[in-house]
Structure formats: structure tokens, C-alpha cells
């Protein structure tokens, strides 16, 4: 639905990777205000940064949240 959230929880190789992709990209060129995006592992596709860009030129605010490395001392 537009105008909704939306959220993928995925677990497991068996997994349709394309569906979620395809998933993934609608929700991006959708969104109207903001895009999270919350991964362990973010490597994305030309489609993927292509979305996530068009996503905020049109004043989309896009959020990445990935791991970081523990601060030391």
C-alpha cells in the first residue's frame, strides 16, 4: 500500500533474492519521505544506488544503517 511503511525481515538462503530485490526497488522509487535501510551486508547493484539516489533528489530522506567497528580506548 502507498503511504505505508514497509519492512523486509529476511532470514536463509532459501530466499527468493530477486523477489526481494524487486521488493526492495518499488518501495525506493515510491517513497515520499523516507527510505531505512538496515543491513549487515550492503552491497548494492547499479539499481540499488540508482533508486537511492533518485530517492533523494526528490527529497526523499534515505538512511543506511550498517555495522561499524567497536571504538578501542
Request: glycine share 6%.
Amino acid at each position: 500500500l502507498l503511504g505505508s511503511p514497509a519492512a523486509l525481515l529476511v532470514s536463509g538462503a532459501e530466499w527468493q533474492v530477486r523477489a526481494i530485490h524487486s521488493v526492495l526497488l518499488d518501495r525506493m522509487f515510491k517513497a515520499q519521505d523516507t527510505v531505512d535501510l538496515a543491513t549487515a551486508y550492503f552491497v548494492p547493484d547499479p539499481a540499488v544506488r540508482f533508486a537511492m539516489v533518485d530517492a533523494s533528489r526528490r527529497g526523499v530522506q534515505v538512511r543506511l544503517l550498517v555495522p561499524g567497528y567497536p571504538h578501542s580506548g
